[in-house]
């Protein structure tokens, strides 16, 4: 999907796209979704600029992420996508991590993304309801980290709140599913992880802005906001790692508390039920000389017996306050 932006009466706005001419020279932004060879092949047209490849949005050397050349300014971001499946007890694969290409080229944006992220309909909502946003192709792309950097706080702030509630499930009375809650906190453990790297991602995605982007003093001032912000949310990152291994450790603790329990109930039982056995399996032997077989209460005594080397040694264990 090809979608143009044009920055007029101070705000972003989404501009009609006439495929059978030149994209607009106006356009401050040019967003492709998922795009198909006629689109990729009518923007290279359009505006001379080359687009990655959904290979190249793959590499992970910071020479193919982060980098200037004839055609540009470019970089490679990761984004979340789909981050409530983390939340979610019966999702089948976790949120997975997006790469999204920035090229920025005689101040116009090219961004290329395999799937139409959260991120970017935060930040088109944002520029149509407020003026001064995106007035060319670097003030978009901080837009945009700007975006993603509230959006990973929210996401933040969301998996302290779920945390709290499995730690509640893990230390309550109530008979828990700990295999579930275990899988649940696996999956808030891999979504913390994500948040991170998408995180320190940014936060070297801004630093590279500093550095190579010709950036006016409002674009320089956001980008130290940027900076300061993504500092702020990396400490509480480490706490949430430190809080899931925690619970992790405590459900597993919990797990074998049960596991023990069980065992102890059943050695107790065997142990119950040994005189009882043993008395019945002397009783059972079919010997020929045996003389309590002529005892006319030899079966009510043996039945005596049984009863008594039972309950003695279940008084015991209550006694002792093993059961």
């Not at 949005?57 to 004839?70: G, K, Q, S, V, W």
Request: a negative charge.
């Amino acid at each position: 999907m090809l979608t143009g932006f044009v920055f007029e009466n101070r705000r972003l706005q989404q501009s009609p796209l006439d495929k059978d001419a030149p994209l607009p020279n106006a356009w401050v932004w040019v967003d492709l979704v998922s795009p198909t060879a006629e689109e990729r092949l009518l923007v290279e047209s359009s505006y001379d600029q080359q687009l990655p490849s959904t290979e190249e949005l793959e590499e992970i050397e910071d020479t193919a992420r982060f980098y200037t050349d004839e055609r540009g300014l470019h970089i490679h971001s990761y984004f979340i996508d789909d981050a409530d499946l983390a939340f979610q007890e019966d999702a089948e694969q976790p949120p997975k991590k997006v790469t999204a290409s920035f090229t920025v080229n005689n101040g116009r944006l090219f961004t290329v993304h395999e799937v139409d992220l959260a991120d970017f309909r935060m930040f088109r909502l944002r520029a149509r309801r407020r003026r001064g946003i995106g007035e060319d192709g670097l003030a978009v792309m901080l837009g945009l980290f700007e975006t993603k950097v509230d959006l990973l706080a929210d996401l933040l702030e969301e998996l302290y709140n779920k945390l709290e509630e499995a730690s509640c499930k893990v230390f309550s009375e109530d008979e828990q599913d700990m295999d579930n809650l275990l899988g649940l906190i696996t999956r808030f453990e891999d979504l913390n992880g994500k948040i991170r790297l998408v995180l320190l991602d940014t936060q070297r995605a801004v630093r590279f802005l500093l550095r190579h982007a010709h950036l006016d003093e409002q674009g320089h001032q956001t980008a130290l906001e940027l900076l300061r912000d993504i500092d702020s949310l990396m400490p509480h990152t480490g706490y949430l790692f430190e809080k899931v291994n925690f619970l992790m450790d405590a459900a597993t603790g919990m797990i074998n508390v049960e596991q023990n329990r069980i065992i102890k109930v059943m050695t107790l039982a065997s142990v119950v039920f040994l005189p009882p056995t043993l008395i019945a399996s002397i009783y059972g032997m079919n010997f020929r000389l045996m003389p309590e077989l002529g005892w006319p209460a030899g079966y009510p005594l043996a039945l005596g017996a049984m009863v008594l080397s039972a309950i003695a040694p279940y008084w015991l264990f209550k006694h002792k306050g093993w059961l």
